[in-house]
């Protein structure tokens, strides 16, 4: 995209969700160095009895970190795509609460078991070239009990007050059940291991809550020296026509279980005729690159109502493909597109 004003152009992310909710298509950038995986700290204490009557968990729903103030309220600059912890075992009878602890959106989705995890966006069918929001991950799903028998989702949570921020499901029957975040599904996994009513647990309460802080804290680390790289390496430039430059900005980090939701560089002064290439560098989560010149961001979700169910969750065409000439004056609606890494 080509600018033809002499300009500082500030990178700005915009996170968008149904309804404006918390934005799932900001800006962040590519990966510089290969994060080891980090696991939960390994907690060997002796098994907890089994009390006589049914116990609920707490598992957090996604994690952040290096948090600053925003206009929706404080966020992380880091978003950790993790259930903590993302293994728990439980006995027939207990209930688990989900509590959202993050700031992107992301789903508690427990398929059938033996079926694939539904796709997020499907096709609308017939002529029709738009794309549309899965009403089965992205709506509340079954009832408040599971055994594997059908699909129970949270549908989407956390993002505005219109969606939820805890999610409860009792777990009926002997089993290991795997769930997903429909958001981020390729890395964002958990499992829950049901034991027969009675059977000693392996951990309490406190100590897995003592084993999320601490993996929340090594992720955080872990992400602030990676956060230090991207940071320290230089802008790319090359000739362009005519005597200008073309300079190249990168869209994100995110390696599918750590996102960095920032543009590198953060600010770029450019002269009248260069131009900025825009590279996306997050495997997982979608990104745009947009300029309002001062209008409010787009939703990425249109709602259209149906005569009966849920509505219709349109994803903006106006923000999937290219929006605008190829240059800007500080005027108009000017959009890359949203896309994946």
């Known amino acids: ?39 939960l ?10 009390p006589g009557r049914a116990v609920t968990w707490t598992v957090l729903l996604g994690g952040q970190g290096e948090m600053q103030q925003q206009a929706m309220g404080p966020m992380g600059v880091w ?22 602890n993050a700031a992107e959106p992301h789903t508690v989705t427990f398929p059938k078991s033996g079926d694939k995890m539904p796709d997020l966006a499907i096709p609308e069918g017939g002529n029709s070239q738009r794309m549309l929001f899965d009403p089965p991950v ?40 795997d769930y997903f975040c429909a958001f981020h599904v390729s890395m964002m996994k958990g499992k829950v291991v049901v034991q027969p009513a009675g059977t000693p647990y392996p951990m309490t309460q406190v100590q897995i809550d003592a084993a999320a802080s601490a993996q929340i804290a090594t992720d955080t680390q872990a992400a602030l020296k990676v956060e230090a790289q991207l940071k320290a390496s230089p802008v790319s430039t090359r000739p362009g026509p005519n005597g200008t430059t073309i300079y190249q900005v990168k869209i994100a980090y995110g390696d599918g279980m750590m996102a ?41 979700v249109l709602p259209e109502p149906q005569q009966s169910g849920p509505p219709k969750l349109v994803l903006n065409p106006q923000l999937f493909g290219p929006a605008g000439a190829m240059t800007y004056s500080g005027k108009g609606y000017r959009c890359v597109g949203l896309s994946r890494g």
């Open 41 to 50: 700290p390994q907690v060997q204490p002796a098994a907890a009895a089994a």
């Open 260 to 300: 960095w939701m920032r543009f590198n560089p953060a600010q770029l002064t450019i002269k009248v005729g260069d131009s900025v290439e825009w590279v996306q560098q997050d495997v997982e989560d979608p990104h745009t690159v947009t300029f309002t010149s001062g209008s409010p961001d787009p939703d990425i």
């Open 79 to 100: 978003q950790f795509m993790r259930f903590y912890p993302d293994t728990i075992t439980v006995n027939v009878g207990d209930t688990i609460v989900w509590k959202y």
């Open 138 to 177: 992205i709506f509340p799903q079954g009832g408040a009990t599971y055994d594997g028998t059908a699909l129970v989702g949270s549908g989407q949570m956390g993002g505005g007050p219109q969606f939820p921020t805890e999610f409860k499901l009792t777990f009926t029957k002997p089993g290991t059940y």
């Open 1 to 39: 995209m080509s600018t033809n004003t002499d300009n500082v152009i500030p990178a700005a992310h915009s996170r968008a969700s149904v309804n404006a909710a918390v934005r799932w298509i900001v800006a962040c950038t590519v990966a510089l160095a290969a994060l080891a995986g980090v696991g």
